[in-house]
């Protein structure tokens, strides 16, 4: 652990000292706590009711990363999607839920896929928001090299 943080700081230190930190720190840690939150819910739960529970609980984390992508002016189309695609399995679980709960039935099994769907929607949703915030920003002579027209 020590030496990837002296290899990322000897890194950072090669670049202009003025310059912003592209690492977005704080994006980091958002980023941080939403995975860690997602790894946690469900842990220690045996019906998909309790675990739908857990998954409320990242509503917070998750609008904070997202927060921390808008203030960076990060914001691509494919973190769009993966946040409407979390909010369709967000809509589609408290459905799922709101029956079971009608049903008395907190094993339901249409529960139980809107829970796993909602689940592979927030991991998309991490991975799309990492990808941005590990991106090379536009111009940083990463871009292919064209060759001029003859």
Known sequence: MA????????????????????GYPELGKALGSLSRGLDEACAETDTPESCAEDLDTLTAP??????????HKLLDAGAVEAMDELDRARELRVTAAREARSRQDPRDPALAHAVAAEKRAYQRLLTELERLRTAPPPGDRTDSVRRPRS
């Open 3 to 22: 030496a990837l943080a002296a290899c990322t700081a000897l890194v950072a230190g090669c670049g202009n000292d003025t310059a912003p930190d592209r």
């Open 62 to 71: 998750t609008e904070r990363a997202f927060t921390q992508v808008l203030e």
